[in-house]
Structure formats: structure tokens, C-alpha cells
């Protein structure tokens, strides 16, 4: 079975650019998770999915970040005008609901903003 | 909101001894909480995990123990390796499938 895959595995912007970070969940995962994680910092929720639903999105700063996943399968996250303070790894995983429950992450996108 | 706090930023062992970390939450309707693993530049791994409807589960040298009323769980690692070496979060799943992670322990196994 194929993990969940992450692209770009890296990314180095000036400040104000923009990047897009891609997710192909496990597939048969209906739920989806983009967490940022800074440097020596636990995963911190973005936003979450179930199918093409968003279920929470309250920790995303939506003046500059946004995301979607149209099919209720792969996934994008999106940084606008890129800040220093942006710079982190970008983590994301997914679950089936109703089974075991377990988060299976990717291999996280690290973003460095200059 | 649900917030995890995690007690331990860093652990030192020597091998062979035993470590535990701490992990309080807030939301009492959490009910499921694993551990994950993220070992030096790669991505979080799930180690083991603990529902509300029991108090102890154990898989191999990993033990998980959950006390509800005091909103507190921890992970032991017996006879630790030094393959054990790296940072553990705690999390809590609260309602709707949201999941939510401590800061993080760096555990250290000196040979």
C-alpha cells in the first residue's frame, strides 16, 4: 500500500512569493489534515478534510493561506505573499474514520522563506 | 479548544533504563490518544496508541497509561535502546476526527 505523498520536498522563497504544496492521501482515507510544524515545534492543525468537506479551517490564516481538495482525494495548500514566519515543514496525513484512527503522515514539504 | 501540553521538552536515559513522558489535556471529551515517533529529519510515525475505555495497554517495551480524571496520560519505554533516541509527541483526538499534538519530547539513550 502507498503512503501518503508529499510535494515539493523543499522550497526556498523570497518573501512575498507564493508556493503550493501538493498531498495524495492513502488511498480509501477519507480524511485529510494539513498540519505546520516550525522547527523544534509540535504539528500544529491547519485545516482538515473529510471527502471534499471542509471541517475545520480555523487555524488557517485565510488572508493568506488556502486550501482545497476538490475530489475528496489529493489535496493543495496554498501560501500566498509568503512571510518569514511562514518558514516550516508542512505536514500532511490522513485517516479513514471508524478504523483504528491513526494518522499516517507524509514526508512533510520544508519551506524556507528568506 | 482541546490543548495537549507535553511536560518533558528533553529526556536523557541511559540505556537500559526505563523513560516516561507526560502529556496532560483539557477537553474531557477526548477519547483516543497516540503517541508518535519523528526521528532526525523524516516524518511523524505512530508508535502506539490509548482509548479512553481502558487505563493501561502495553506493546512490547512501550506501555501507555491514561488516568481520565486527572486529564493526564504518559508513555513508558522500558530497557530503552538507543534506537529510541528521538522526539515523542503526545496527542489527543477530540470530537470530529481533530487531532491535536504536544510540543514534543527529545529523548536521548547514552550508551
Known amino acids: 500500500e502507498a503512503g501518503v505523498t508529499q510535494s515539493p520536498r523543499y522550497a526556498v522563497l523570497q518573501e512575498g512569493q507564493a508556493v503550493s504544496f501538493w498531498c495524495d492521501p492513502i488511498s480509501g482515507h477519507d480524511t485529510l489534515y494539513w498540519y505546520q510544524q516550525p522547527r523544534d515545534q509540535g504539528p500544529q492543525l491547519l485545516v482538515y478534510f473529510r471527502d471534499e468537506a471542509v471541517i475545520d479551517n480555523s487555524q488557517l490564516p485565510s488572508d493568506r493561506f488556502s486550501a482545497v481538495r476538490p475530489k475528496g482525494t489529493n489535496s493543495t495548500l496554498k501560501i500566498q505573499s509568503a512571510k518569514q514566519g511562514d518558514t516550516a515543514t508542512y505536514l500532511c496525513?490522513?485517516?479513514?474514520?471508524?478504523?483504528?484512527?491513526?494518522?499516517?503522515f507524509g514526508e512533510g514539504s520544508k519551506l524556507t522563506v528568506l | 479548544g482541546e490543548k495537549v501540553e507535553q511536560h518533558e521538552s528533553t529526556l536523557s536515559v541511559r540505556e537500559g533504563d526505563s523513560a516516561v513522558i507526560n502529556c496532560t489535556y483539557t477537553?474531557?471529551?477526548?477519547?483516543?490518544f497516540p503517541w508518535y515517533k519523528q526521528e532526525a529529519g523524516k516524518s511523524l510515525h505512530f508508535v502506539i496508541d490509548i482509548r479512553s475505555n481502558v487505563d493501561r495497554k502495553q506493546s512490547q517495551r512501550l506501555i501507555v497509561l491514561l488516568d481520565k480524571k486527572a486529564k493526564r496520560f504518559s508513555l513508558h519505554i522500558t530497557a530503552t535502546q538507543p534506537e529510541d533516541s528521538a522526539i515523542y509527541f503526545c496527542a489527543a483526538r477530540t470530537g470530529n476526527y481533530k487531532y491535536v499534538f504536544g510540543a514534543g519530547t527529545r529523548l536521548k539513550v547514552i550508551a
Open positions: 496525513a490522513s485517516s479513514r474514520t471508524g478504523s483504528t484512527g491513526q494518522l499516517y
Open positions: 477537553d474531557t471529551a477526548s477519547s483516543y
